[in-house]
């Protein structure tokens, strides 16, 4: 079974600031995926950001970036230039690639972040 | 593109009551997800479909919770005999799977259904 941990229930930033959320997880696969959902106040969900495990690249967004340190299974999210609409609880996700069908998403615990104007 | 949509937005029932939730799906997905989302923590997954088939259903689905997708739709999560455990966010999602890409892989969810069991 897959573990997602967010070990920063919330965080802080000053409007125009860079902010970063870490996510550890757990997993014996080898091909899987990473996201990070943005959930406003709400509640409807949104993909901020994916990543594919096989691919060393990092993605990147606009604002949003990743850093993806696969044998640290370390996916953080950086958002550059924060604005106020990034307010919102930031949910990192786990789903396993390989054998098509298996398509169920684990998620962390989530990191409150508040835009300070 | 409408998005997913959920029905009701808010539920209050009493304890042992039973309860139905629907969703409509983004319409070319052929998968439905559900999740429960309890306060402070993420969504858990409890069951998805592919068109009508049930595929994998959670050991956090008692058998007081159903779920069906008749026609390869909307689904219907349906809870009986409520308990005050059960509140909570229950959260919809859908994707369009052909294959192994990533860009098939995105689920998108729906704004949920919130559930007090009183």
Known sequence: ???VTQSQPEMSVQEAETVTLSCTYDTSESNYYLFWYKQPPSRQMILVIRQEAYKQQNATENRFSVNFQKAAKSFSLKISDSQLGDTAMYFC???PGGNFGNEKLTFGTGTRLTIIP | DTGVSQDPRHKITK?????TFRCDPISEHNRLYWY???LGQGPEFLTYFQNEAQLEKSRLLSDRFSAE???GSFSTLEIQRTEQGDSAMYLCASSLALGPSLAKNIQYFGAG???SVL
Do not use: D, E, H, I
């Not at chain 2, 304890?15 to 309860?19: F, K």
């Open chain 2, 113 to 115: 259904t919130r559930l």
């Open chain 2, 69 to 71: 997708r008749p026609k």
């Open chain 2, 36 to 38: 429960r989302q309890t």
């Open chain 2, 15 to 19: 304890r042992g009551q039973n309860v």
């Open chain 1, 1 to 3: 079974a897959q573990t």
């Open chain 1, 93 to 95: 996700a786990f789903m």
